[in-house]
Nanobody, 118 residues
């Protein structure tokens, strides 16, 4: 069973910074990809950033240049470093891992709240 646990969500002022962490059970290199998604009240869940097994990142246009996704294989953890936060970044942030075995499926964390407000 794959388990993901997010942490790091908080209340921050506009322009502030925050780092989210996602601790994953097992070797994270087993996954096809890992990523961060967010869902604001009344909105659909949207992709924020992803990173492939080989370490290639991809970002949503709304966060590119402000957010960075990274991983630490030894700690079985991946991160989302967020800078220059805006009120529109307010959402519940979820981490996800795509497991190819035995059948391809996605595992999700419980979510962590990020609130950007003055």
């Amino acid at each position: 069973q794959v388990q993901l646990v997010e942490s790091g969500g908080d209340l921050v002022q506009p322009g502030g910074s925050l780092r989210l962490s996602c601790a994953v059970s097992g070797n994270i290199l087993r996954f096809n990809a890992m990523g961060w998604y967010r869902q604001a009240p009344g909105n659909q869940r949207e992709v924020v950033a992803t990173i492939t097994r080989t370490g290639t990142p991809d970002y949503a246009e709304s966060v590119e240049g402000r957010f960075t996704i990274s991983r630490d294989v030894a700690k079985s953890t991946f991160y989302l470093q967020m800078y220059s936060l805006k009120p529109e970044d307010t959402a519940v942030y979820y981490c996800k891992a795509e497991d190819p075995f035995p059948l391809r499926r996605n595992y999700w964390g419980q979510g962590t709240q990020v609130t950007v407000s003055s």
